[in-house]
């Protein structure tokens, strides 16, 4: 099955600086890749996804980038805030007959220093 | 309902004993999914729900585990016999679709301590 390791587990970052983490996956059917926020107490929410068909996509401060040669992508955070401050899921999933199914990383857990 | 819902939020329990946990999808979501959350791992997929049948329930770590849904709405996830590496958040998702097309609605988890 697909296996999604994710980098690093805990990142520390000032606010206004920049955050980034790195996921890659081994299957390479996958075609979908969405990032979860968690944050303290609460559910997991969609945030951003990216399909293979796109190298880069950009909503307002964040950004998810692909590289499906290496089979890696990655979620870009700037100028962060304190209300960033959660964990956060990358994960992966192949179409055809699995498009149900996510796999996900173990998360990073980040925080925004004020 | 609005929201995916769980219960119940927090469960302690002992060593041996069966606990049930529910799931109650947002309305007209056919996908139902169950995932578990163990201390700093990821979310380990448990089982997937497509109405009432459940095509794919591979991620069931052991025969304690089982889980069953009625009339394409309510789930339950029942572990019996529960140990102490059962403890863990069990989060349940459901979709309107593919994960893919839909994404997934979360519950808000049932934490569950085993002593």
């Known amino acids: 099955g697909e296996n999604v390791e994710q980098h690093p587990s805990t990142l520390s970052v000032q606010e206004g600086d920049s955050a980034v983490i790195k996921c890659t996956y081994s299957d390479s059917a996958s075609n979908y890749f969405p990032w979860y926020k968690q944050e303290l107490g609460k559910r997991p929410q969609l945030i951003i996804d990216?399909?293979?068909?796109?190298g880069e996509k950009k909503d307002q401060r964040i950004a998810v980038t692909l590289n499906k040669t290496a089979k890696h992508f990655s979620l870009h955070i700037t100028e962060t805030q304190p209300e960033d401050s959660a964990v956060y899921f990358c994960a992966a999933s192949r179409g055809g007959s699995n498009d149900y199914k996510l796999s996900f990383g173990a998360g990073t857990t980040v925080t925004v220093r004020a | 309902g609005a929201g995916v819902s769980q219960s119940p939020s927090n469960k302690v329990t002992e060593k041996g004993k069966d606990v049930e946990l529910r799931c109650d999808p947002i309305s007209g979501h056919t996908a139902l999914y169950w995932y578990r959350q163990s201390l700093g791992q990821g979310l380990e997929f448990l089982i997937y729900f497509q109405g009432n049948s459940a095509p794919d329930k591979s991620g069931l770590p052991s025969d304690r585990f089982s889980a069953e849904r009625t009339g394409g709405s309510v789930s339950t996830l029942t572990i019996q016999r529960t140990q102490q590496e059962d403890s863990a958040v069990y989060l349940c998702a459901s979709s309107l679709g593919t994960a893919q097309n839909y994404g997934y609605t979360f519950g808000s988890g049932t934490r569950l301590t085993v002593v």
């Open positions: 990216i399909r293979s068909n796109v």
